[in-house]
């Protein structure tokens, strides 16, 4: 029932003035909605409490012995684990809310105390040896299993940055780890590898409408992946030739960024897609600028600056304009 309602009843002697005033007051000053203060208070409060768990066993490890802390980390793990498969409603390849309120955080935390227990039993008693890709992907797939079983974007997203790791451990003998040696364009062109993968399961996502709100979490870390990589290799080969390879690889990445954002009418992928394309295109006029080694050179770079921020802002306000008429 709205306000005009209410009114039409007062005209017409059905309702006293006290109980008009009393009806009318939520409409004036409707509810303040805290739902995403208060989910982000409980994100917050499970990472809080994670991390003051693991700063009281580090600070009295001796006293309290390894088996006894891996024990604590497990049981968390299985309890929260038992409790959301008991809980939880069945799977389905479309979205899935949550049971109850409690549900994702009693899931964050033990999908945290999960990977946690794997890191601490593999750094103190080594039982992967030192194959630290194996390490790494064991929690990477149980993650996956458990943001797609539970439909969770935190765990999924987790599971993403596990996947990064995994990718980039597995390519990365054990001696240039030591070393701290990646100046060979090892992992730039593994991250290249992972882009690609992250977009093509954005792409399969949305096409088979497999969790096709995943969609957005692939396709972000796709994008950032995509584009650091491809600067990356840029500047690592930017004497060569295949500095240009890399640089036609970005303007593809952008032109397809484009479309598929003006098709979902997304305009955060096309702010992404703009600036990104913005800093490239810029390294490729201050490198030209270089080269001339004129005085004029540092007068046009200046211009360049303050003219193409200008044309960036215009840019993006045309985008925006075109995505609302769309």
């Known amino acids: 029932m709205d306000a005009e309602f209410y009114k039409t009843l007062f005209d017409d002697g059905l309702i006293s003035e006290e109980s008009f005033n009393k009806l009318n007051q939520p409409q004036q000053h409707p509810d303040l909605s805290v739902h995403w203060e208060v989910r982000t208070l409980l994100y917050v409060g499970v990472v809080l409490l994670t991390g003051g768990l693991g700063l009281a066993v580090y600070e009295n490890i001796d006293t309290i012995g390894h088996t006894a802390v891996l024990t604590l980390i497990g049981l968390i ?4 684990f038992i409790y959301c498969f008991r809980t939880t409603k069945p ?6 809310s949550a049971p109850n309120a409690y549900f994702d955080y009693i899931l964050l935390l033990g999908s945290i105390s999960l990977v946690s227990f794997i890191g601490y039993w593999q ?29 969770h974007l935190g765990i999924l997203s987790m599971a993403i940055a596990n996947l990064a790791v995994w990718m980039g451990v597995s390519v990365t003998p054990k ?8 100046d060979k364009g090892t992992l730039t062109n593994t991250y290249i590898v992972l882009a690609i993968v992250l977009l093509a399961a954005a792409f399969l996502t949305d096409r088979y409408r497999l ?26 080969y930017y004497d060569g030739y295949l500095a240009a390879v890399y640089m036609l690889a970005l303007f593809l990445l952008s032109a397809l960024l484009y479309f598929d954002a003006m098709k979902n009418k997304s305009f955060y992928f ?5 600036l990104y394309t ?10 030209m600028l270089f080269l001339a080694a004129t005085e004029g050179a540092l007068y046009l770079a200046f211009f360049y600056f303050i003219g193409s921020a200008l044309a960036l802002i215009f840019l993006l306000i045309h985008f925006n304009k075109k995505l609302k008429t769309a």
């Open 211 to 236: 969790k096709k709100h995943f969609k957005f979490s692939y396709q972000h870390y796709g994008v950032h992946a995509g584009y650091i990589s491809l600067l990356a290799g840029y500047f690592h």
């Open 175 to 182: 001696a240039l780890l030591l070393q701290n040696d990646f």
């Open 91 to 96: 799977f389905s390849w479309d979205k899935v």
């Open 270 to 274: 096309l702010l992404l897609m703009t």
């Open 278 to 287: 913005y800093f490239a295109i810029s390294c490729l006029v201050m490198r």
């Open 123 to 151: 750094f103190q008693y080594h039982i992967f040896g030192t194959d630290y890709g194996l390490a790494t992907l064991i929690p990477m797939l149980a993650l996956f299993f458990t943001g797609y079983y539970f439909d």
């Open 77 to 80: 793990a299985a309890g929260c």
